[in-house]
């Protein structure tokens, strides 16, 4: 599964959430997250928290989003909310898909992918009790149709820095924030990214979900020698196409695409050294 990172603080919800959700035990702060994610639609979201009772160790998928309020059923995985982590499978980039079954959660589909080479593979996921979810990975939650707007993420809060790599290719990530946040923001240290040569088709790309099956595209910027003054206000900065600064929040909670174009991989330290 692609790296990416969060940290989050507990949120308070109705008493009638705590009873739903299983318990938690650990020797940080425990608690759950609520992250929008509505029905009909396909949500990026990101783990926030590390492993119950030891810290820095990663916790389980079947284990980290709550079925609570989320639609199920006994048999048919079309007709459930359903889970889509991108992970690697036989050493090729691949999807696990996981339904919430009535009875016993979220429950491994087998699915037919196309592979990088061309052909076709059947895949038949790790089981969610035991596949390894690390701290700011991500994943989509895929909404069947029906009821409620919530998903709730629930584990132990670190309390540790981060140091997140960003390798080649796509990168399912998030960023460590208690509320909105543009990709601008003066905290965030973006150093390693990759500006390219001033053309928006060689530097990093990010894609935000407008959730309607679009995406926002915004560009890493370097401002290359000999350059006009003009472009020092991009400098280091995430950019539109057409050369302007990238405003708008991202929510809390949503993940995002990091496209790496530059060579290699680099650390994102968000938490600093």
Same mark, same amino acid.
């Given at each position: 599964?692609?790296?990416?990172?969060?940290?989050?603080?507990?949120?308070?919800?109705?008493?009638?959430?705590?009873?739903?959700?299983?318990? $938690?035990?650990?020797? !940080?702060?425990?608690?759950?997250?609520?992250?929008?994610?509505?029905?009909?639609?396909?949500?990026?979201?990101?783990?926030?928290?590390?492993?119950?009772?030891?810290?820095?160790?990663?916790?389980?998928?079947?284990?980290?989003?709550?079925?609570?309020?989320?639609?199920?059923?006994?048999?048919?995985?079309?007709?459930?909310?359903?889970?889509?982590?991108?992970?690697?499978?036989?050493?090729?980039?691949?999807?696990?898909?996981?339904? !919430?079954?009535?009875?016993?959660?979220?429950?491994?589909?087998?699915?037919?992918?196309?592979?990088?080479?061309?052909?076709?593979?059947?895949?038949?996921?790790?089981?969610?009790?035991?596949?390894?979810?690390?701290?700011?990975?991500?994943?989509?939650?895929?909404?069947?149709?029906?009821?409620?707007?919530?998903?709730?993420?629930?584990?132990?809060?670190?309390?540790?820095?981060?140091?997140?790599?960003?390798?080649?290719?796509?990168?399912?990530?998030?960023?460590?924030?208690?509320?909105?946040?543009?990709?601008?923001?003066?905290?965030?240290?973006?150093?390693?990214?990759?500006?390219?040569?001033?053309?928006?088709?060689?530097?990093?790309?990010?894609?935000?979900? !407008?959730?309607?099956?679009?995406?926002?595209?915004?560009?890493?910027?370097?401002?290359?020698?000999?350059?006009?003054?003009?472009?020092?206000?991009?400098?280091?900065?995430? $950019?539109?196409?057409?050369?302007?600064?990238?405003?708008?929040?991202?929510?809390?909670?949503?993940?995002?695409?990091?496209?790496?174009?530059?060579?290699?991989?680099?650390?994102?330290?968000?938490?600093?050294?």
């Amino acid at each position: 599964m692609k790296k990416g990172w969060m940290t989050f603080a507990v949120v308070a919800a109705a008493g009638l959430v705590h009873a739903a959700m299983q318990p $938690i035990a650990g020797t !940080n702060v425990v608690g759950f997250v609520e992250i929008a994610a509505p029905a009909a639609e396909n949500t990026i979201i990101a783990v926030p928290f590390e492993a119950c009772l030891q810290a820095g160790v990663p916790g389980k998928l079947g284990d980290l989003v709550s079925t609570y309020g989320l639609t199920a059923h006994s048999s048919d995985p079309a007709l459930a909310d359903q889970l889509v982590v991108l992970t690697v499978d036989g050493g090729s980039p691949a999807y696990y898909y996981y339904y !919430n079954d009535t009875e016993d959660g979220w429950t491994a589909i087998t699915t037919e992918q196309i592979m990088p080479d061309g052909l076709k593979k059947t895949l038949t996921p790790t089981a969610a009790s035991v596949f390894d979810v690390a701290r700011g990975q991500g994943f989509w939650i895929k909404r069947v149709a029906g009821f409620g707007s919530a998903v709730y993420v629930q584990g132990q809060v670190s309390e540790a820095k981060q140091a997140t790599t960003v390798g080649e290719g796509l990168n399912l990530i998030s960023y460590s924030a208690m509320q909105a946040f543009t990709l601008n923001d003066s905290n965030i240290d973006w150093t390693g990214a990759y500006g390219g040569t001033g053309n928006t088709v060689t530097s990093d790309k990010i894609l935000v979900s !407008n959730g309607d099956g679009t995406y926002a595209e915004f560009y890493y910027f370097t401002k290359p020698d000999g350059w006009p003054v003009a472009y020092d206000t991009l400098n280091n900065k995430w $950019i539109t196409k057409s050369y302007t600064v990238a405003t708008g929040s991202i929510a809390a909670g949503k993940g995002f695409w990091f496209h790496r174009r530059g060579a290699g991989s680099f650390t994102f330290k968000p938490d600093g050294e």
